[in-house]
C-alpha cells in the first residue's frame, strides 16, 4: 500500500517531521500487525538520511507504538486478545472521562466543526479511502477530547490510539468492503452524536456501555458515548472483523522482529478473539 509520505517541511526539524508522520500513520492503521519497517526503506521514502528515521522508530518504541530488533529495524506489535482486552478497558476508562468532561464544554465553533467532518465522511463514501474515514473518525473524536481542557488525558487517549493502530488495520480490511457495498454508513452515527450534543443531552459514561457477553464481545474500537441515545459512537468505532480476521500470523522471523513476550513465540497467547 501506498503510505504518501510527505517530504518534511522546513518549518519542523526534520526528525519531528518523520515522527509525526509515522506516528499518525501508525495510529490510522496503515500497517499490518508484525509488519517490519526498516530503516533503509523508510528513509528512502521520506528522502532523508537514515538517522531522523532511526530516531522516530525510538521514540515510537519508548510509546509502546513499536518494537526494535537487534539489527534496528521496527516491528508493528501484533494484536493479541488479552492485548485488545487490556487496551478496550483502558479506552473506555480515559476517553469516557474525556468525553463525560468535553461534551458540555463545546462550543458551537466546535460543534460546527463537527458537522464538517460529518459531511466530508459522507463526501468519501463508498468511493474514498478508508484510512481516509478513520482519519476524520479520529478528527471528530479528538474534537471532543479536546473540549475537556484536560492536557493529561488528552496525551493518554493519543497514545492509547497510537497503540491501537494494529488492530485498526484489521478493522479498516473488515470495513471497506462493507463502506463500498453501501452497508455501513460511512459517518456511523455521528450525525446523531451531533444532534444529541445541540439539545445539550449529555450522560456520564456507565458500565452498561459494555459488552459483557460470555464470548468476550468487547468491541475494541468503540469509543465511550457521549450522550444517553447512544450505544456505539461510529461504524468505524463499532464494527468488529470477522473471528478469521483476528488470526493473527505469529511466525515472525526472529532475525527481524524480538516475540512479543520474554519466552518467546511458543508462550503468546492464543490470537483468535
Not at 518549518?11 to 526498516?38: E, K, N
Not at 482486552?85 to 472521562?97: F, H, I, S, Y
Request: aromatic share 6%.
Amino acid at each position: 500500500m501506498a503510505l504518501g509520505f510527505e517530504p518534511v517541511s522546513g518549518r519542523v526539524t526534520v526528525q519531528d517531521g518523520v515522527y509525526q508522520q509515522l506516528r499518525h500513520a501508525l495510529m490510522v492503521g496503515s500497517f499490518d500487525p508484525a509488519q517490519v519497517l526498516t530503516i533503509a526503506s523508510l528513509a528512502e521514502a521520506f528522502g532523508t538520511s537514515n538517522m531522523p528515521v532511526r530516531e522516530a522508530l525510538r521514540r515510537l518504541a519508548a510509546e509502546n507504538a513499536l518494537e526494535i530488533s537487534q539489527n534496528g529495524s521496527a516491528c508493528v506489535p501484533v494484536v493479541t486478545r488479552a492485548r485488545l482486552d487490556d487496551l478496550c478497558r483502558a479506552r473506555v476508562a480515559v476517553e469516557g472521562l474525556a468525553a463525560e468532561l468535553g461534551a458540555p464544554r463545546l462550543t458551537a465553533s466546535d460543534i460546527a466543526t463537527l458537522e464538517k467532518i460529518t459531511a466530508d465522511q459522507q463526501a468519501i463514501g463508498r468511493n474514498g479511502s478508508i484510512y481516509e474515514l478513520i482519519a476524520k473518525n479520529q478528527q471528530f473524536h479528538f474534537t471532543i477530547y479536546r473540549a475537556s481542557g484536560s492536557d493529561v488525558l488528552f496525551q493518554l487517549i493519543e497514545t492509547l490510539w497510537l497503540r491501537f493502530g494494529p488492530y485498526m488495520r484489521l478493522l479498516s480490511n473488515h470495513v471497506a468492503p462493507l463502506m463500498r457495498a453501501g452497508t455501513m454508513e460511512p459517518s456511523g452515527r455521528h450525525t446523531a452524536i451531533i444532534a444529541a450534543l445541540k439539545d445539550r443531552d449529555f450522560a456520564p459514561p456507565a458500565k452498561r456501555w459494555l459488552p459483557t457477553s460470555g464470548r468476550r464481545k468487547r468491541r475494541c474500537a468503540r469509543s465511550a458515548p457521549t450522550c444517553r441515545k447512544l450505544g456505539r459512537s461510529s461504524s468505524l468505532d463499532s464494527a468488529r472483523p470477522p473471528e478469521s480476521s483476528l488470526r493473527v500470523e505469529r511466525k515472525i522471523d526472529a532475525g527481524k522482529c524480538r516475540p512479543t513476550t520474554a519466552r518467546g513465540r511458543k508462550n503468546r497467547p492464543d490470537l483468535r478473539y
